[in-house]
């Protein structure tokens, strides 16, 4: 084992990540060899457990809930779009520095793009919520040059404080819930009420039948959100399975220097729910 490149997923709690899967079939198909496993780490030891991790000859890390502030701030290296995201969910050790990168935007924008067909150039984008997924998806998303983008919260100074972060390379427009009044082309769920199967106060006049609908979350039914788009007639209502899966390709691509094909494991997890 000790000849083998180890890689882990860390978080807290972990036993639900299907990281290590993820990552054993991408390894299997590039013909790729290492370790890869999910880490439970305390929640007061995470910068002392990742430390030792490299230093014990450890080469990469997925970094998940609640942790990837705390891998921002260790990482020596910051990519441009982990710095606009201010967190990280992949660290690598190059040239004696631990580098950190953000590339939860990179799977969302990969699995509308590459896996949905859907472009989101000069397009109309709202997306709700305000917290830590959305900033962190935000730089990509940018990137693809859309009409325009509109954050949506209940608190409206939230969503300001994120439109201030990235107001030197895109002026995001903000708003309520309820001051929500015209449709949108691309409407993406950044807040975890999916989780609650719960949804955000959201007017039906955003939904139109040529409507994207696309929730962070995913399950082995619709999400709350999804179920409400189709109730209103939009055709197309996607969750987040295919993100998780194109985030870890991403990963796995800055270690490796190899980009896995997506769309059989996508395919697998997705019978497994």
């Known amino acids: 084992m000790d000849n083998i490149d180890q890689y882990a997923v860390v978080g807290n709690p972990i036993s639900h990540s299907r990281s290590p899967l993820i ?13 890869y496993v999910a880490k439970l780490v305390a929640l007061d030891s995470f910068s002392a457990d990742i430390r030792q991790f ?61 896996n949905n067909g859907y472009q989101l150039a000069g397009k109309k984008i709202l997306i709700l919520g305000a917290g ?13 040059q859309p009409l325009s983008i509109t954050i949506a919260n209940r608190t409206l100074s939230k969503a300001r404080q994120l439109a201030a972060i990235f107001a030197d390379i895109y002026t995001l427009e903000c708003c309520k819930y ?36 696309y929730d962070m979350m995913y399950g082995e039914r619709p999400t709350v959100f999804n179920q409400w788009g189709k109730n209103l007639g939009a055709k197309n209502c996607i969750d987040g399975l295919g993100m998780l899966v194109e985030q870890a390709a991403e990963s796995f691509r800055l270690w490796r220097g190899v980009k896995p094909d997506t769309a059989p494991v996508i395919a697998r997890l997705r019978k497994q729910l």
């Not at 990519?79 to 990179?106: C, E, F, M, P, Y």
């Not at 830590?132 to 693809?144: D, E, F, H, T």
């Not at 082309?185 to 949804?199: K, R």
């Open 178 to 213: 309820e001051q929500l009044e015209s449709p949108y082309d691309l409407i993406i769920n950044g807040t975890s009420a999916s989780l609650n199967n719960e949804l955000p106060p959201l007017p039906d006049v955003v939904v139109s039948a040529d409507s994207y609908l």
């Open 132 to 144: 830590g997924a959305v900033r962190g998806v935000l730089q990509p998303i940018i990137a693809q």
């Open 54 to 114: 490299f230093a014990d000859h450890g080469r990469g890390l997925n970094v998940t809930v609640p942790f990837k502030q705390q891998a921002w701030d260790i990482a020596d290296q910051l990519s441009d779009s982990a710095t606009l995201a201010g967190a990280v969910n992949t660290l690598w050790l190059k040239n004696g520095a631990i580098r950190g990168d953000n590339t939860d935007g990179v799977g969302l924008v990969r699995d509308l793009i590459a």
């Open 23 to 35: 990552h054993q079939m991408f390894a299997q198909q590039c013909g790729e060899q290492l370790d």
